[in-house]
C-alpha cells in the first residue's frame, strides 16, 4: 500500500450565523496517498473547498483530528500552519492570483524566495511548457497560460502536495487540458500528491482516485483502473 500523506477522522466544520448553523463538512473520513492524483468531485457546496482549505492549513476543524503524515494539523497554532503550509504545499486556485506588475519570473521568483530548496523559476516555468513566457506579464497571457504560471509558482517550492481548488473553472476546454496536462506531467514527474477539486465530472477520467462529495459528506469513492489523458477528456 501507499505511504498515507493525509488522513482525517471524523473531521467536521461548522459556520453558526447566531441562527443556524450549517455544516460544510459533516463526518469526513478520508485518506490521500503519496503520488496519486486525486479527484474530488461535487457539486458547488457540498464541501469540497473547505475540505481543502483545512488539508492545506488555511482552516481549522470544528471537530475531529487531521493528519500529514504523522503531523497533526489539528495541534498545530496559526504560527505552525504557516510553516507546514511553506514547506509543504503548493496551492493552485480557480483564479491566478498573479502580480500584474511582476512577469512570469517575477511572480514565481515570489516563492523561490522564501522556499527551503526552491528550483529555479525558469525551470519551473519550463516544467509547465512556458519557456518562452519568462518576460511576459500576465496582461500578455491568455487565461490558460496565467494559470499555468501559477502551477509554476505552486511547484517551484517542490511541494509534496499540491491542492487545486477548480483550476480549469475560469477556462475553456481547450486551455483547460493544457492546465490539466501540466498537473498530471508534475504528479507523474515528481510524484507529486495531488488533489483537484472540481465539479466538472468530466475530469475524473484523469484520475487514480475520485472521491465524490454532496451535502458535506462524502458519498462515494471510485477508483479509475484504467486512466485517460486530458487530451482524450471531452466536456
Not at 451535502?215 to 486512466?227: M, P
Request: charged share 25%; aromatic share 6%.
Amino acid at each position: 500500500m501507499p505511504e498515507t500523506v493525509f488522513r482525517t477522522e471524523n473531521i467536521s466544520k461548522v459556520y453558526d450565523t447566531g441562527e443556524v448553523k450549517v455544516f460544510a463538512l459533516d463526518g469526513v473520513d478520508l485518506e490521500l496517498f503519496a503520488g496519486e492524483l486525486a479527484v474530488l468531485l461535487g457539486p458547488s457546496g457540498s464541501g469540497k473547498s473547505t475540505l481543502l482549505n483545512i488539508l492545506g492549513g488555511l482552516d481549522h476543524v470544528t471537530t475531529g483530528r487531521v493528519w500529514f503524515r504523522d503531523l497533526e494539523l489539528t495541534d498545530l497554532n496559526d504560527r505552525g500552519l504557516t510553516r507546514y503550509r511553506r514547506d509543504h504545499v503548493g496551492f493552485v486556485f480557480q483564479f491566478y492570483n498573479l502580480v500584474p506588475s511582476l512577469t512570469a519570473r517575477e511572480n514565481v521568483q515570489l516563492v523561490t524566495d522564501v522556499a527551503k530548496d526552491p528550483m529555479p523559476a525558469a525551470e519551473a516555468l519550463d516544467l509547465v511548457g512556458l519557456s518562452h513566457r519568462l518576460d511576459h506579464f500576465p496582461a500578455e497571457m491568455s487565461g490558460g497560460e496565467q494559470q499555468r504560471v501559477a502551477i509554476a509558482r505552486a511547484i517551484a517550492k517542490r511541494p509534496e502536495v499540491l491542492l487545486c481548488d477548480e483550476p480549469t473553472g475560469a477556462l475553456d476546454s481547450k486551455t483547460g487540458v493544457q492546465v490539466l496536462e501540466a498537473l498530471r506531467h508534475i504528479n507523474e514527474a515528481f510524484e507529486t500528491t495531488t488533489a483537484v477539486i472540481t465539479h466538472n465530472a468530466a475530469i475524473q477520467a484523469m484520475a487514480h482516485r475520485v472521491v465524490m462529495f454532496q451535502d458535506g459528506k462524502i458519498s462515494d469513492v471510485i477508483v479509475n483502473d484504467t486512466r485517460l489523458a486530458p487530451s482524450e477528456i471531452n466536456w
